[in-house]
């Protein structure tokens, strides 16, 4: 079965992108063909793949019109490096989109009835979300099998997840989906060896506070391994590469494709 | 100012999740036994052994109107096809079972004589019972608004353990304060039990803020109307009818209600509407005193009736006293 995934954050600049174009680099390497979809207004996927500003009739905003008959506007993602990774970008155009689809029939369901009608033979699906809660996030929770969540170990970061977790419970419910989505996982992205990023993290000075590790115990949400905050990281990004291929050798590409088997194992 | 602590950021998102959880596991089980036709762990049951859900007073009910109509065409589909779906039971001290999802299929059975009935025995507690009951009415289809709100709310009551004769407006208030509380940040209410209303209604698709305005009017019935409702004597719909006519005339309907199709009690309420009249001690509705000048006078202008006053001298004179009359009640009226 196809395996959508819907990478989600309350807050922005929490790696979100970062992690969609290492994850479709990653499953890319395991075999696996891989369909981005840059769901952000800001359409930093099209920067991070290092692909150009497409024209509002080439985004993701002709899939999520009624008239959108299966031709997906899709752009290879580094084609001399990789084969069957494809991006549907996303842009300014999205934000009215998102308006727009608050009128549609089935408007919260357009994706996930778009891609039944006419499917995408890729095996896994990534759908870059934007920075906030918003229309474009229940869109991509319809349409997704599970999601993953990221987030930088900030107080407030760590209060806007709360918030997203409780949106996530309760739309995934009010939407009816089936098969339920759940969370696959928390990742934890740009730590900065300091006291706030210690105590979220659960390795601060004072052994009884609540880290996010007892939260997400408590919640059942697995936590993948932290990823350090580091320049090359976002060098890559800026450079519209995947850290695999911008820098094979950091470690950090080991966690990645960690996630990326986890995605493909998943049932 | 401290930082805020994490368990208290993720109170909301936990209780959210675990009501997910909950609520999507007890519809796991219900689906369970939709879809499975005599696999599993099922027995066939005398149906003369099964008898309604009994709990004590003051817990709640579930659901407890069902539709002649529907009633008939469950019962043809159970004479061609017999019951696709297994009903939830749980076993009695006294050697029984109650029904706890299925209530309907089993009444079939029972009407058209069929003998067993297969069924999943499953040891529920009271609550458990009433739980599980609730949440497959929601689920169930063709359920009524007023039904679905009635079983939420139901549901709530057991979940915040709010009984006794005042629970119904407990239950309201305290919504209310929640509703509050969640737009303002103040209240007479803690975040926890927010937290919980919050879920549990987010868990069936609906928000605090919406449930309140939309749903909770619904059931600002007048209490006898409510009570037929909730006692299977009144359909839902019927009630809403009902509770558009004055007071006075509820008690008359809701007995005209009770087993009247919806077009029946509407024909019976447009009568009232017409007459606008008031009901007797008889109970038999008297028109009004403008309808009954009206209708005299619609009669006598017709032009056959005026012939024949005209033609005829006392009737004519008493015409003219009518004349003389209505000229000095408009003069009175200045």
Known sequence: MQKRISIMSNSGGVGKTTLAVNLAYQLSRLGKTVALFGCDPNGSLTLFCGLDDPPDDQTLDVVLRPDFKGSYPLFPAWPDRVKDVDCCLGGLVLSKTAIRLVNETRGEYLLADKLEDYPLPHDVLIFDCPGTIEQLHTIALAASTPAILTIKPEDKDVDALAKLIEWFYEKRDALRLKPTPEILGLVPNGFKDRAMHRDNLGTGSDPKRVSLYDIMDHLGINVFPVIKDQAHIANAGANGLPLGIFRPGEGVNAIYTQIAKTISEEN | ?334
């Open chain 2, 1 to 334: 100012m401290p930082r805020r602590d994490l368990n208290q950021m993720f109170a909301p998102a936990t209780a959210a999740a675990e009501k997910s959880e909950e609520i999507a596991s007890l519809k796991a089980e219900i689906e369970a036994l939709k879809t499975q036709n005599g696999q599993g762990d099922f027995q066939e049951i005398p149906v003369n052994e099964i008898t309604s859900l009994r709990l004590p007073e003051g817990m709640g009910q579930p659901r407890k109107y069902f539709d002649p109509v529907k009633l008939e065409q469950l019962k043809d589909s159970i004479e061609k096809h017999g019951v696709l779906e297994p009903i939830l039971v749980r076993p009695t001290s006294d050697g029984k079972y109650e029904t706890v999802s299925g209530e309907r299929r089993w009444r079939c059975c029972k009407e058209i004589g069929k003998p067993t009935i297969l069924a999943s025995i499953k040891p529920l507690n009271n609550t458990d019972a009433l739980e599980v009951a609730l949440i497959a009415t929601i689920h169930s289809e063709g359920v009524s608004t007023i039904e679905e709100t009635d079983s939420v709310l139901s549901l709530m009551k057991l979940y915040l353990n709010i009984r006794g004769d005042q629970r119904d407006k407990k239950i309201k208030t305290l919504l209310e304060s929640a509703k509050n509380f969640q737009q303002t940040g103040y209240g007479d209410i803690d975040q926890e039990t927010v937290d919980l209303v919050e879920a549990t209604l987010g868990s069936f698709g609906f928000k605090l803020g919406s449930f309140v305005s939309n749903r909770l009017p619904l059931l600002d019935m007048a209490e006898p109307i409510l009570e037929a409702v909730r006692t299977g004597d009144l359909s839902p719909t019927n009630a809403l009818l009902i509770n558009r006519i004055p007071e006075e005339y509820h008690q008359d309907l809701i007995q005209v209600g009770a087993g009247a199709t919806k077009k029946e009690l509407r024909q019976r309420i447009s009568e009232i509407k017409n007459s606008s009249g008031s009901i007797n001690n008889s109970g038999i509705i008297e028109p009004s005193l403008r309808d009954r000048v009206h209708e005299q006078y619609r009669v006598v202008r017709q032009k056959a009736t005026w012939q024949k006053i005209h033609g005829n001298p006392k009737l004519k004179k008493k015409m003219e006293r009518v004349d003389t009359l209505l000229k000095e009640i408009l003069l009175d009226l200045g």
